[in-house]
Every structure is written in structure tokens, then in C-alpha cells.
């Protein structure tokens, strides 16, 4: 599974988000997200904060890989609460991730 370079925002707690920032170096969390058909679409995320830029890719490789475009926005929640955002960012990981998926979509059907 390949990692895509995000921007987060946690929301601070008199948003209703967390009372303190994830401590590890990695997080799982829900993510809601306009899908490809446009509807909303919910999937478990792992977010990667062990280094200087934050890392995000799905905890199943079933998820809908395709979606992970630049400037997808996805709405992280913690069961009902929303605590963040992220924001898939414009780099040369995410059309690697894009063109492998898509390569293995391919070797599938």
C-alpha cells in the first residue's frame, strides 16, 4: 500500500475535536470523503506523523484508491466526533500511488 503526502488540521477541543494531538507516530481514524459518484464515503485511515510531513493511505487495500487525488478533503472523525482535516497534497507520491493502483486494477480484471 502506498503512503500520500497530506496536510492536517486537528480541530481544538472547543470545536469539538481532541484534548491533546495524537502522540504516536502513527494514527488510525475514520475519514469521511466526497467518493467517486460524488455521495459520501467513509473509510478507516492510517495517518503516518513519524515524520516532517504527515503521510495518509487506507487501512484496506479495498478502499477506493482512485479517490486520492490533490485537494481531496477528508473529514476525520473519531466514531460521531469530527477532530480534523486532511488535505491529499500535490506531489510526485501521489501519482505514484495513483499509477500503481490503477497498474494493479489493470493486472486484475
Known amino acids: 500500500m502506498k503512503w500520500v503526502p497530506v496536510s492536517i488540521e486537528f480541530l481544538p477541543p472547543s470545536s469539538g475535536g481532541r484534548t491533546s494531538p495524537p502522540t504516536g507516530a502513527r494514527y488510525v481514524c475514520h475519514a469521511n ?9 467513509g473509510w478507516s485511515v492510517v495517518l ?6 504527515p503521510r495518509l493511505r487506507f487501512l484496506v487495500d479495498e478502499a477506493p484508491w482512485d479517490v486520492l487525488a490533490p485537494g481531496l478533503r477528508l473529514t476525520l472523525r473519531e ?6 482535516q486532511a488535505v491529499v497534497r500535490a506531489t510526485a507520491g501521489v501519482q505514484e500511488a495513483f ?10 480484471e
Open 33 to 41: 470523503f466526497a467518493g467517486r459518484t460524488g455521495a459520501q464515503e
Open 48 to 53: 503516518d506523523l513519524s515524520g516532517h510531513e
Open 79 to 84: 466514531g460521531p466526533h469530527v477532530v480534523g
Open 99 to 108: 499509477a500503481t493502483r490503477q497498474n494493479d486494477q489493470r493486472v486484475t
